[in-house]
């Protein structure tokens, strides 16, 4: 896919390890994946968005004011074609840079400060969904990725366990997330998930973004 970026802010990272941190914010254009229950399906197109490249992305970052963490997110950014050259000029700029994924790929770089948030998908989400499982033995053995599972409505809690389970995932470096976009949702699949991760061992992310300012663009 061409080097399009649907947007750039400055927020709170909602979701996975960092949750909470100050966190810039850069939102690759193009996705391919298509999950069901998606809240930026505004950056799917490939034509959509707007040009540029990694340098001018990350001044734009910059000027919005000081943050420790980048997230790299989409879209799906292991589509883009710039996605390693953003990474590695992006090290220069942060102490820590997360890729949001659904680990449609493999890892495209490795780094002490680089960290992935690999969200494979379960069955109900998309049709592409066991392409997304395809990678996981390069993903285990990336060791800054953890994967952070969308759990919804039955039958996601069984295919989550038995996917887990199938591809041996570290139980250590697991979380589930309950699936929503918005509040009430997120609520309503949150007992569920609690319950699996007392059950297994696992991390549960919250969606914090969707707490606190519900499913809207530039947060």
Known sequence: MPDHI???FLSLQGEGPSAGTPAHFIRLQGCTVGCDWCDT?????EDGGRDGGPAAWIAEALALGAAPLLVVTGGEPLESGGLRDLLERSLDHWARVEVETSGI??????HPRLF???????PSATRRWEETWRAAPAWIAEPNATFKLVVGDAPDD?????LIAAHRLPAARVMLMPEGVSDERVR???ATVAALCRAHGWRMSPRLHV?????RRGV
């Open 116 to 122: 992935y948030n690999v969200s494979p998908k379960l």
């Open 211 to 215: 707490w606190l300012w519900g499913a």
């Open 188 to 190: 309503a699949h949150a």
């Open 158 to 162: 069984a295919d989550a366990v038995r």
């Open 6 to 8: 649907s947007e750039v």
């Open 41 to 45: 399906r505004y950056a799917w197109p």
């Open 105 to 110: 790929a493999p890892p495209p770089l490795s």
